[in-house]
């Protein structure tokens, strides 16, 4: 029967970007089970994640007390992969002690080597308050903008492209009105495993007779419900996509009075497709001319048709232009501002989408204000009330190569503060970005556990799990929903909010956020030490409202605790929400979309003699990407154990490789060994590995070229050997 509970909270997901709305139920200060609740992108449904994902936050790995490198302990990149006994490399300290080292090397390196030698991660994984309060304290008290997050790393490209084209970076329709499309083109997701709550909806579609087109080099599970698969040869996107476009433009396809009033420089896209007939670009995308002629024609004649992408279209070094060839299909079609069609890039975490609108990254504070826009840059001068830097700061990949400057370099990045991101797990090129942070003069981590990236910390700060967190996170369907501490953190570790406050402190900021309106949410346990658990976190995210000039004006803390969910943009108490924009134009300068043509730029790094075959990095359903939390729960954990690579089974009697014995794969970079796992879905000549895996990380191979616009590396995209071990 039912166990009995303790109480039941209700929260979000703490994984995917879909944002399925959960009820944790705590028995004896421990998450016992996870039910789905009905919200509004999940419905009552949830993944293996959401539903078995959650006692990682009672691992007794979890950091429990702040630590302090010890004099004597080198930097040993080596550790990132080994792990060993912690007590040799690091002490327990006081919280007093290891905050006043944090932030009094922070200070010493920023009077030495001013503001911009210091930088800071954010997390996607941490709630929209703590991005924003974190964004905070760098640019107003590190000075300089150098702060970034993993959006980087996953759809930098693609908001790049669509604030080029269409004037806003962030979805134009949710995921849920693929209930409304005749087509639903897929192109470079695997959502099956990545986004699985989400694919229940398109498969539902499918099953009442919507066409689902999947686009994807790899032939992945939702291929069994899709009328058409274009298995198109890895990096040939461009090619592929101008195709599609010639033969809407060609046969007389386009909606053109959408393009007279919605769309400018359509003449120039016209003249570039010319050169990518179907027929042309046959041979060099792998998909027959026939296929792609009758795909174009079904996306341009569906009454609506929606595209939905994942990593595997941004994270190219042409990932921009990718999307901007997936923007003129919809607008040449006019299949967009319409429920059913329009642009949806499937957000990866539960947070991404709101730690970028909160001000997590380098060249924009909240809401996409650029720093160096004049207006913007003295409104939140005058907001914060401080001196602030008008240069936008570096990326993460680019603070990497920052940090291993000669110290000549102005702009050498010497100190940096990560909360809750794993780069040495998830950057490119991991051997150069494990350097990179060994190299630092400080480096402060705030986390659950002694991450891969802890590792190389002088200090590290015990954090909270989700579910010890009051906060709100954005999906990817731009729902801001709110999350219910359900857990008091253990040891002596504490709310990020509170640790991001201790050190603006000490960084000499006067920052005051107190507890009030959230408290009376707390049952009555939690309530007696609200004023530790909270740290003002509606006063934050009020702050962070006005910040963001309007989008969420509506949504106020008291409206978010009564309704749990709430779509931006949101103007006003009464507007319900817009889950579905651009209705009315797009918010461009003159309110049309900017087509932009794009040619194809090959990979940067094309296989040859020495490395012939291409590997694909990505996810896989039970493993939430560095596998700092799902390797550490306990039923995840149990059904995909270890570090696998998937190849083709012809690759695999042509390698002379066994499934289920071990491959040692290599790249100029690094190498990994790794169990063989047949999947003929993977595309002969390549072969797909998950990088959650630290005993074989696939980020060691991976290679660390950047799309000039988004500045996003090319993990889907590198020339490896592989041979049996
Ligand atoms: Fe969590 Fe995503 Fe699974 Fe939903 S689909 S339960 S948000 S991991």
Redesign the pocket.
Known sequence: GPQKVDRSVDSV?P??????Q?TYHVRDEQIVSVSGRNGPA?AGR??V???FGFDYVASPDRLTVPLIRRADAPKDVAHCETHPDWRRVFREATWDEALDLAAGRLNALKARHGPKSLAGFGSAKGSNEEAYLFQKLVRTGFGSNNVDHCTRLCHASSVAALLEGVGSGAVSNPVSDVAHAELIFIIGSNPTAN????ATWMKNAAQRGAKIVLADPRITDIARHAWRVLPFKPGADVAMLNALLHVIVNEGLCDEAFIRDRADNFAALAANVQGYSPEAMAPICGIAADTLREVARAYATARSAIILWGMGVSQHVHGTDNVRGLIALATCTGQIGRPGTGLHPLRGQ?NVQGASDAGLIPMMFPNYQRVDNGAAHAWFEDFWGTTLDDEPGYTVVEIMHKALAPESDPHKVRGMVIMGENPAMSDPDLNHARHALASLRHLVVQDIFLTETAWLADVVLPASAWPEKTGTVSNTDRMVQLGQQALTPPGEARADLWIIQQLAQRMGLGWSYENDSCSRTLDKRQSQNSSETYHGVAQVYDEMRRAMHGAIAGITWERLQREGSVTYPCLSADDPGQPVVFTDGVPTKNGKVQLVPADIIPPDELPDADYPMVLITGRQLEHWHTGAMTRRASVLDALEPAPTVSMHGHDLARLGLQAGGTARVQSRRGEVELMVRRDDGTPPGSIFIPFAYREAAANLLTNAALDPFGKIPEFKYCAVRVAPA
């Open positions: 997901c994984f995917c970007g879909v944002g399925c959960i999940n949830l993944c994640k959401g539903r986004h699985p709550v989400a539960n």
